[in-house]
């Protein structure tokens, strides 16, 4: 691998004063023109009209192409934890975007990594898909995204894009099939996995292999003929920060773009592992001076880590800029979750630095902080510093950008359970597309949870991990969040105890398909319901006072159920034959196709 250059804090832009030593020169009487002049001036003119004609066609044909697209996935970022919430901390960059377009102040993804990734790249709900509940893919365990249906990258590369994933997959590899370059992506730089060491790119913890972890860094491609490559391990990028790494990439990205592929659009997505845990960020990030007012150290070295994606985003869209097709470009932002309270970093359990105040919850749960997520679009044809507080689901971003870029709806392999929210960013429309839209059905901890309109329904516990309050950010002094929850031990082995009896119940009678299962006669106290037009914080459950709605919403979620699908995410440890110890000591997959 060829030596990273850093990509960091990017360099100040000084404002250039208009130089305004000009002065006038060569004044000249017209009656001196001869008809040498005269011949000049109109060859000059001829000249001029034949370039402003060629600047039309050119600018006309730039309009006349489908933009390019420029999709931010940060991971775990918190609704507090983003500058245009009014937030302690700083992220100049991404607020400049965010108020030079549409900020989404109700957009949901999924409660977890996982689920939000599948929800994304299929415009369905993950427990059609297996992949439903507060439960990653873990490293090494099978379960991965279906192969059977075609992602957002295979329709957008049939559309003429040229795609490129940048970061994280978490969507499962255990065969070729299901790796991101025969998933639709020209070329993967990033790690499969969930989760690693920022600097070593190496897996711990869950993800491994009975105890055994493993390198996570490589770059996939298809060759010229459309085949894959995936034996291209970034041994070189170990040391190197995975923020630099990325970035570097995409700006490379950008510059073979403009020069090989001039004329055909680009997909970028941006998968940043930040800012998950473990929490590893360079000084330079943390000391942004922006942020200095903040006093918790668990806060500010977490605002370094935002900050660093912050940083990055603005090297990408300078590199946009530089050839010239930031104009031509449509940004959008999402959080794949909330922010997640507390990290295991080497089995000690700290806080993250994270807040989602003043919303309900944490990451995983079904209260609002679980999905609601800071997100915004902006670009070409977007119109600028709007806010709108429409509800919009993470599985709209398919069915939208198929009416947004006028994609091939017939290549569509899948129903979707998305909407079309076109018409509500062309400022169109202030009203949703949506009916309903389900935050997720789960029967291993059986829970499920709904909205409709201003009504959300949660039915059984919202938080497996009994993170149930609501949590400012860290103050000075602060070393834990008040009454944060379980414990992670305590959490991980309740997991497990819920798994093991969703198994255990499976070998005498098939996994239920109705709200009865989570509800039977006499459990009211299961139900919840919230009128998020008044109460959007979640403090008054008023199921007993709308006995109607919570009739009507539980309908629908008996109607929704019908489609509901085995989970395959079941925390299962990785198998044998995927240890890293097989590769190397990196993760590769380990099944033929035939056997997944």
Same mark, same amino acid.
């Given at each position: 691998m060829s030596e990273v250059r850093r990509r960091g804090?990017?360099?100040?832009?000084?404002?250039?004063?208009?130089?305004?030593?000009?002065?006038?020169?060569?004044?000249?009487?017209?009656?001196?023109?001869?008809?040498?002049?005269?011949?000049?001036?109109?060859?000059?003119?001829?000249?001029?009209i034949t370039a402003i004609v060629l600047i039309c066609w050119h600018f006309l044909r730039k309009r006349d192409k489908k933009p390019h697209v420029l999709l931010l996935i940060a991971d775990d970022l918190g609704w507090a934890d983003v500058g245009w919430h009014s937030s302690d901390i700083s992220t100049p960059y991404l607020t400049g975007l965010a108020k030079d377009g549409i900020i989404l102040r109700q957009f949901y993804s999924q409660p977890i990594c996982?689920?939000?990734?599948?929800?994304?790249?299929?415009?369905?709900?993950?427990?059609?898909?297996?992949?439903?509940?507060?439960?990653?893919?873990?490293?090494g365990a099978?379960?991965?995204?279906?192969?059977?249906?075609?992602?957002?990258?295979?329709?957008?590369?049939?559309?003429?894009?040229?795609?490129?994933?940048?970061?994280?997959?978490?969507?499962?590899?255990?065969?070729?099939?299901?790796?991101?370059?025969?998933?639709?992506?020209?070329?993967?730089?990033?790690?499969?996995?969930?989760?690693?060491?920022?600097?070593?790119?190496?897996?711990?913890?869950?993800?491994?292999?009975?105890?055994?972890?493993?390198?996570?860094m490589r770059r996939d491609y298809l060759d010229s003929d459309g085949n894959p490559h995936i034996d291209n391990i970034l041994w070189g990028a170990n040391n190197t920060y995975n923020n630099y790494l990325f970035t570097e990439e995409a700006i490379n990205i950008i510059e073979d773009h403009s020069v090989r592929h001039e004329e055909e659009p680009l997909l970028l997505v941006m998968s940043y592992p930040n800012p998950h845990s473990p929490i590893q960020v360079p000084d330079e990030f943390v000391n942004f001076q922006d942020n200095s007012n903040i006093e918790n150290s668990f806060r500010k070295t977490y605002a370094g880590l935002v900050y660093a994606m912050d940083c990055s985003v603005a090297n990408i869209t300078m590199a946009l800029k530089e050839k010239d097709m930031f104009d031509d470009t449509i940004v959008i932002f999402i959080s794949d979750n909330g922010g997640s309270l507390t990290s295991v970093n080497?089995?000690?359990?700290?806080?993250?630095?994270?807040?989602?105040?003043?919303?309900?919850?944490?990451?995983?749960?079904?209260?609002?902080?679980?999905?609601?997520?800071?997100?915004?679009?902006?670009?070409?044809?977007?119109?600028?510093?709007?806010?709108?507080?429409?509800?919009?689901?993470?599985?709209?971003?398919?069915?939208?950008?198929?009416?947004?870029?006028?994609?091939?709806?017939?290549?569509?392999?899948?129903?979707?359970?998305?909407?079309?929210?076109?018409?509500?960013?062309?400022?169109?429309?202030?009203?949703?597309?949506?009916?309903?839209?389900?935050?997720?059905?789960?029967?291993?901890?059986e829970q499920a949870a709904i909205r409709y309109g201003k009504w959300k329904l949660i039915l059984g516990a919202p938080a497996a991990n009994e993170v149930d309050g609501w949590y400012q950010p860290l103050k000075?002094?602060?070393?834990?969040?008040?009454?944060?929850?379980? &414990? !992670?031990?305590?959490? =991980?082995?309740?997991? $497990?105890?819920?798994?093991?009896?969703? #198994?255990?119940? /499976?070998?005498?009678? &098939? !996994?239920?398909?109705? =709200?009865?299962?989570? $509800?039977?006669?006499?459990?009211?106290? #299961?139900?919840? /319901?919230?009128?998020?037009?008044?109460?959007?914080?979640?403090?008054?459950?008023?199921?007993?006072?709308h006995p109607d709605t919570v009739r009507r919403l539980l309908d629908i979620l008996d109607k929704e159920m019908l489609e509901m699908v085995p989970p395959v995410n079941?925390?299962?440890?990785?198998?044998?034959?995927?240890?890293?110890?097989?590769?190397?000591?990196?993760?590769?997959?380990?099944m033929d196709a035939s056997d997944s």
């Open positions: 804090v990017p360099a100040e832009v000084s404002s250039s004063s208009e130089n305004a030593a000009v002065e006038e020169k060569e004044k000249k009487s017209s009656s001196r023109c001869s008809k040498l002049n005269r011949f000049l001036i109109g060859l000059v003119a001829v000249v001029s996982t689920a939000s990734r599948a929800a994304l790249f299929t415009g369905r709900y993950p427990f059609k898909l297996g992949l439903q509940g507060s439960r990653p893919i873990l490293a099978p379960g991965s995204l279906p192969l059977d249906m075609k992602l957002l990258p295979e329709l957008m590369k049939k559309d003429g894009y040229k795609t490129h994933l940048v970061g994280k997959w978490h969507l499962g590899f255990e065969t070729l099939r299901h790796t991101p370059v025969m998933r639709g992506f020209d070329t993967f730089t990033g790690f499969y996995n969930g989760m690693q060491d920022y600097y070593t790119h190496m897996t711990s913890g869950f993800d491994t292999v009975n105890g055994t972890g493993g390198y996570d080497q089995s000690v359990v700290q806080p993250t630095g994270s807040s989602n105040y003043p919303l309900r919850g944490d990451k995983g749960t079904l209260w609002e902080a679980g999905s609601r997520v800071p997100a915004f679009i902006s670009g070409r044809n977007v119109p600028k510093g709007q806010t709108i507080d429409a509800m919009v689901h993470i599985t709209d971003i398919y069915p939208t950008l198929i009416s947004y870029l006028d994609l091939d709806n017939d290549y569509v392999s899948h129903d979707l359970d998305g909407s079309d929210q076109s018409k509500l960013l062309k400022m169109e429309s202030d009203e949703t597309a949506h009916e309903y839209f389900i935050y997720d059905i789960d029967p291993v901890y000075k002094g602060q070393t834990a969040y008040q009454d944060s929850g379980l &414990p !992670m031990k305590l959490y =991980v082995e309740k997991a $497990y105890a819920m798994i093991g009896a969703y #198994k255990a119940s /499976l070998e005498s009678n &098939p !996994m239920c398909k109705s =709200v009865a299962c989570f $509800y039977p006669e006499g459990t009211e106290d #299961k139900v919840k /319901l919230f009128d998020l037009s008044v109460d959007q914080y979640e403090f008054n459950n008023v199921a007993s006072q079941l925390l299962d440890g990785g198998v044998a034959d995927a240890s890293p110890n097989h590769f190397n000591g990196t993760w590769m997959p380990w």
